[in-house]
């Protein structure tokens, strides 16, 4: 997985981020914390630029994931990793990345959440499909921002578009439910009159989509949610981001009505001239 270097503000690191979401570390003795990150995740190689994760696990159960930092960025992973290892020692955690088998306090997290642990592989089942199929959310649809997050058992998918109708996500929804390529997942609820065309269109127009698991017999192993509408009153923030990590020209202009993005340019024209 390609990692960007920056999210929002500038000084902003997202590699850093992402190891204290996913590198476990015991809590302090006495805090009564849970601990943090994935109880079982381990470091298992890293280099100036990528970096190998793996389970420990049952045997014959295996996960792997390697985090590729982008280029141009001047910190390496040694450099990300030992900040964060000093981070966790200024505040009491024992980091548990490196230790070859589970550590008790890992253990006894998946034991007293044992369902908790079962809904987590169901829906960790489906993410990866979706993080397979994560093309798609711009080769296949007008979406120009998405956000996703686990709850229970589901992914909620929350993506924006610039256009007066929610345009492409019936483009989406098929290649995600394709009987051969897909999720083995279908539509199974949509609340969407956006396709047709005496539908009186207003801002904030929003279509919602439900699905349920074609094998796995869950329901709602995810939910699509698509606003038609800016962040705010205008695109300015959203095209200087993208503009900011290196988004296509053509596809800005699939994503984005051609007036918003001859504004953004005219008004920084504007500020660069002051």
């Known amino acids: 997985m390609y990692l960007d270097a920056y999210m929002g503000h500038e ?10 979401r996913l590198l476990p570390a015991a809590p302090a003795p006495g805090s009564g914390d849970e601990p943090h990150g994935i109880p079982g995740l381990r470091m298992s190689g890293i280099d100036s630029r990528h970096l190998h994760l793996c389970m420990v696990k049952d045997p014959g159960q295996t996960a792997t994931l390697v985090l590729a930092l982008p280029k141009g960025l001047r ?3 040694a450099d990300i990793e030992c900040r ?8 009491g955690l024992r980091p548990l990345w490196t230790a070859p088998q589970l550590d008790g306090v890992e253990s006894k997290c998946r034991s007293v959440y ?4 079962g809904a987590r592989a169901r829906r960790a089942a489906v993410g990866s499909g979706l993080l397979r199929r994560i093309a798609l959310f711009h080769t296949v649809t007008a979406f120009y921002r998405v956000q996703c997050w686990g709850d229970a058992d589901s992914w909620k998918i929350d993506a924006r578009t610039a256009h007066p109708r929610a345009r492409w996500h019936d483009q989406l929804l098929q290649r995600l439910c394709h009987p051969r390529w897909g999720l ?3 539509e199974s609820h949509r609340f969407c009159r956006c396709a047709e065309p005496d539908t009186p269109f207003r801002w904030n127009h929003t279509c919602d989509f439900y699905f349920d698991g074609r094998t796995t017999g869950h329901d709602d192993p995810i939910y699509l949610r698509v606003h038609a509408s800016p962040e705010g009153h205008d695109y300015d923030r959203q095209i200087a981001t993208l503009h900011q990590v ?5 596809w800005m202009a699939r994503a984005f009505p051609q007036q918003a993005v001859q ?3 005219r008004h920084g024209q504007v500020e660069r001239t002051r």
Not at 11 to 20: A, G, K, N, T, V
Not at 84 to 91: L, T
Not at 246 to 250: I, M, S, T, W
């Open 184 to 186: 083995p997942v279908r």
């Open 84 to 91: 964060h290892r000093r981070w966790c020692d200024d505040n």
């Open 75 to 77: 910190e390496n992973w």
């Open 114 to 117: 044992s369902s908790l642990e």
């Open 11 to 20: 000084r902003y690191s997202f590699p850093e981020y992402c190891l204290s």
């Open 263 to 265: 504004h953004h340019d």
């Open 246 to 250: 290196g988004a296509p020209a053509d």
